[in-house]
T-cell receptor, first 114, second 112 residues
Framework: DQQVKQNSPSLSVQEGRISILNCDYTNSMFDYFLWYKKYPAEGPTFLISISSIKDKNEDGRFTVFLNKSAKHLSLHIVPSQPGDSAVYFCAASELGNQGGKLIFGQGTELSVKP | DGGITQSPKYLFRKEGQNVTLSCEQNLNHDAMYWYRQDPGQGLRLIYYSQIVNDFQKGDIAEGYSVSREKKESFPLTVTSAQKNPTAFYLC???????????FGQGTRLTVV
């Protein structure tokens, strides 16, 4: 049972435009969400996170939006740059007796074309 | 320099042999994690540990074992019971819940 889903395996965007990466989750107990960027054969690097008490968090070109009623979050990158080309993973964790568990989606490969 | 270190980067083993992947962190993090990534796949959770001497199974724990005898170390053993051990293995740690996790550079295990 995939609790965190990224339904788009890939996304192609022109340089300077907005990239929107989407993520859906099924577990209503998730209360903390993260986005990571990953290059092949390397470990993921943290980009931005959001707590369930917020609906938006911004850090430079990166903004994460959380819609709890829809169990949906998205990552916006504006403006997109060729160096943003990578695989992006969303992740979620919950409080409670499963509190340490950190679950990842399948990833979306972003390609930003010059 | 604080960080999380996985070793070795590449590992080759014969089928039927157990192999142990190392993960060490000097970030004073409480929680540690092991994930597996297959080509074109996401990160699947194998085991995680929130405190020393305690760990929980993730979604794909069968054929794997772990220990957490020290806060800094969380080794993963891939046993002969794991049917498809060839994969990219990632270790991560984080201070506690609702903080970001930091990842090591990964170990590519190939079983021949």
């Amino acid at each position: 049972d995939q609790q965190v889903k990224q339904n788009s395996p890939s996304l192609s965007v022109q340089e300077g435009r907005i990239s929107i990466l989407n993520c859906d989750y099924t577990n209503s107990m998730f209360d903390y969400f993260l986005w990571y960027k990953k290059y092949p054969a390397e470990g993921p690097t943290f980009l931005i996170s959001i707590s369930s008490i917020k609906d938006k968090n911004e850090d430079g070109r990166f903004t994460v939006f959380l819609n709890k009623s829809a169990k949906h979050l998205s990552l916006h990158i504006v403006p997109s740059q060729p160096g943003d080309s990578a695989v992006y993973f969303c992740a979620a964790s919950e409080l409670g007796n499963q509190g340490g568990k950190l679950i990842f989606g399948q990833g979306t490969e972003l390609s930003v074309k010059p | 320099d604080g960080g999380i270190t996985q070793s070795p980067k590449y590992l080759f083993r014969k089928e039927g042999q157990n192999v142990t992947l190392s993960c060490e962190q000097n970030l004073n993090h409480d929680a540690m994690y092991w994930y597996r990534q297959d080509p074109g796949q996401g990160l699947r959770l194998i085991y995680y540990s929130q405190i020393v001497n305690d760990f929980q199974k993730g979604d794909i724990a069968e054929g794997y074992s772990v220990s957490r005898e020290k806060k800094e170390s969380f080794p993963l053993t891939v046993t002969s019971a794991q049917k498809n051990p060839t994969a990219f293995y990632l270790c991560a740690s984080r201070y506690w819940m609702n903080t970001e996790a930091f990842f090591g550079q990964g170990t590519r295990l190939t079983v021949v």
